[in-house]
């Protein structure tokens, strides 16, 4: 299936990246990545170990990536007591910051700007949105879930409820 909105489907190169990083595989123990969200707290896919963790790459002008942000926020609210968490990275220019806030200011989830992440070990951020999903034992359980395949109430049931079912 050909993606809609190829506008938003673009490739995006990070001229910060590490030529060696490779994709991340799933099965694998997930890379090290840390964040500092809006808030100020800083998270870290280490420090989150015992908890399901989606990180999600995501701009204010991706369309798509606009559209699942509900989504996620409500599942989010469902299910962050159950040890589910997000770290939501905007790829807006870090100058985007204010504007960024705005818009999130509605959800409840963790979101950090890309120039307040350490995030290259995930590879290039080829496409948005962009997700990756941990387990709680720190593997990597979904690479590359992007916009070809939108994440609606569905989609995050089937990756990460049984996910959350794993002690």
Known sequence: ?????FPCFLLLILLDAPAW??????GSPAP??????LSGTTLGTEALRGKVVMLHFWATWCPPCREEMPVLEKFY???????????????DEAGDESKVKQFVQSYSY???MQSASKVE??????????TFVIDRKGILRKSDWT???KITAAS????????????
């Open 32 to 37: 090290r990545a840390t964040a500092t969200t």
């Open 156 to 167: 995050l049931g089937k990756a990460i409820l049984p996910l959350l079912g794993e002690k």
């Open 110 to 112: 963790p979101v950090a």
């Open 121 to 130: 070990q995930f590879g290039r951020i080829w496409a948005l949105p962009l």
């Open 21 to 26: 990083a490779g994709d991340p595989k799933e």
């Open 1 to 5: 299936m050909k993606y809609k909105n």
């Open 77 to 91: 609210q469902e299910h962050h007591e159950e040890g589910f968490e997000i770290i939501a990275v905007s790829l």
């Open 147 to 149: 916009g070809e395949e």
